[in-house]
């Protein structure tokens, strides 16, 4: 073979390769796609940062909460369940048709809900002589008693249909700092105290739940410090119109405050 002729057939297999090699490469790519689903409650869809993606769904999903943004990051392509009221019978019920054997993350915030939470909230901004300490215990009482057994359930069913995946289960911010500053409502520094340690123990009660399930927990407690309702950069909205925009993470909060917390552990 004369070497011209050879050189032309080293090159053309050389070619061969390298195109087999970027068709490879191509479908490797493509496989490594993130399929990742987000379930959850309003906190989880993005109730409170007023720009919402399905505008005639009551579920408030928006760009601005930390699913999107999380996608955003990792190029994800997320299937997005949150719906704003879900309880933790809705994402039985409701959010995990998504889940696969090929679902590689999910995250979830699930059980404010379950305890009555905007009932209790709305019931101490009630003004004096009501007071909210009755409603406070009910929903303790509840998260002790009750609410272990419907998280066990949602993340048993989440294992069981999405085996493979990574979960992360976030939990819920402390809404008050001890001040009074809207006129409208008035709920009292001791409320507020009160309301903050029922935000504690569903937030431990979350995260020893999730940890029984060898599933991640993104604590946002801290995260959230000086920046609740009546600080000077509030990442909460306090009371707002429409009323469901209340005591909700803000677009800061979604960015500032849940977004960060998860990003580090995913």
Not at 42 to 49: D, I
Not at 51 to 76: F, H, N, T, V
Not at 197 to 213: C, F, K, N
Not at 254 to 259: A, H, M, N
């Amino acid at each position: 073979m004369s070497i011209p002729r050879r050189i032309s057939t080293m090159a053309a297999a050389t070619a061969a390769a390298f195109v087999s090699v970027m068709a490879l490469t191509g479908t490797a790519a493509q496989a490594q796609t993130i399929e990742y689903v987000a379930l959850g409650d309003s906190y989880a869809s993005g109730v409170g940062t007023r720009d919402y993606i399905d505008d005639g769904s009551d579920c408030k999903r928006s760009d601005a909460a930390y699913p999107s943004l999380l996608a955003d990051e990792l190029g994800a392509d997320l299937t997005f369940a949150a719906c704003s009221g879900a309880k933790t019978g809705n994402v039985l019920a409701d959010q995990l048709d998504g889940l696969s054997s090929s679902t590689d993350l999910v995250t979830i915030t699930i059980g404010g809900n379950d305890t009555g939470w905007t009932g209790v909230v709305q019931k101490c901004a009630y003004p004096y002589p009501w007071t909210c300490t009755a409603e406070i215990d009910a929903a303790e009482k509840f998260i002790r008693e009750q609410l272990p057994a419907k998280l066990h359930a949602v993340y048993d069913a989440i294992e069981s249909a999405a085996p493979n995946a990574d979960v992360v289960v976030l939990g819920y911010p402390r809404l008050f700092n001890g001040e009074e500053c809207n006129a409208i409502t008035r709920i009292s520094p001791g409320e507020q105290a009160a309301l903050n340690d029922a935000a504690d123990l569903l937030g431990d009660t979350i995260g020893q739940v999730a940890g029984s399930h060898g599933f991640q927990y993104a604590d946002v407690r801290d995260a959230f410090e000086d920046h609740a309702v009546c600080d000077d950069t509030e990442w909460l909205n306090g009371i707002s119109y429409p009323i469901a925009e209340s005591y909700h993470p803000n677009k800061s909060g979604q960015q500032d405050g849940y977004f960060p917390v998860l990003n580090g552990i995913v």
